[in-house]
């Protein structure tokens, strides 16, 4: 099955401490992104990659990291959490960056304390 | 700064009813897209128009974009239940390797 797959899905933790979110997809697809999603301001672009080893910063990359070492995997570093980093987090795909749907993961739900 | 905005923020409506929401941006995009969000989870996606075409349907799904007023609607006619949820559009903006979310339109379907 086609899919995007995130984890930890839920995740709580303390201001400080490193953490990775994971985001693998199935579909060869190149393009993925990282979005946080808060309430009122929809989803916002954190990192987006084009290739393998092509990443760039999206809208809001401020304390994030990520990586593009393998096509299907995408990963989203936090060095040093913030509680304002507290935010659900999409991982998306797709073929190409500009004229093709993108599909989603489920979702991360990260709440630093 | 946002590209895309949705308006009506939320929406109520009662089940056979035609829902439409709108959605304005700000600069020159290559196409817009629509999604669905049902409570939290994943986006799905919905429709996908580009910058050269006025009109787009995909069942009970009706885009209409208007390059010179930099806005779209999204039309659902004949609404069920399930269609309850939160739609966004998404933009791919002047730099084209972004993407641009509105912050969406709540629609509730009053069975």
């Known amino acids: 099955e086609a899919q995007v797959t995130q984890n930890p899905r839920y995740l709580i933790t303390v201001t400080g401490k490193k953490l990775t979110v994971t985001c693998s997809q199935n579909?060869?697809?190149?393009?993925m992104s990282w979005y946080r999603q808060d309430p009122g301001l929809g989803l916002r672009q954190i990192y987006y990659?084009?290739?393998?080893?092509?990443?760039d910063k999206g809208d809001v990359p401020e304390g994030y990291k990520v990586s593009r070492k393998e096509k299907r995997n995408f990963p989203l570093i936090l060095e040093s959490p913030s509680p304002n980093q507290t935010s659900l987090y999409f991982c998306?795909?797709?073929?190409?960056?500009?004229?093709?749907?993108?599909?989603f993961g489920p979702g991360t739900r990260l709440t630093v304390t | 700064s946002q590209q895309g905005e949705e308006d009506p923020q939320a929406l109520s409506i009662q089940e056979g009813e035609n829902a439409t929401m709108n959605c304005s941006y700000k600069?020159?995009?290559?196409?817009l897209q629509w999604y669905r969000q049902n409570s939290g989870r994943g986006l799905v996606h919905l429709i996908l128009?580009?910058?050269?075409?006025r009109e787009k349907h995909s069942g009970r799904l009706r885009v209409t974009l208007d390059t010179s007023k930099k806005s779209s609607s999204l039309l659902i006619t004949a609404s069920r239940a399930a269609d309850t949820a939160s739609y966004f559009c998404?933009?791919?903006?002047?730099?084209?390797?972004?993407?641009?979310f509105g912050s969406g339109t709540k629609l509730n379907v009053k069975p």
């Open positions: 998306a795909s797709s073929l190409g960056q500009v004229s093709y749907e993108q599909y």
């Open positions: 579909m060869n697809h190149e393009y």
């Open positions: 990659s084009m290739n393998v080893e092509v990443t």
């Open positions: 600069t020159s995009i290559n196409n």
């Open positions: 128009i580009r910058s050269n075409e």
């Open positions: 998404a933009t791919d903006a002047w730099n084209f390797n972004k993407f641009y």
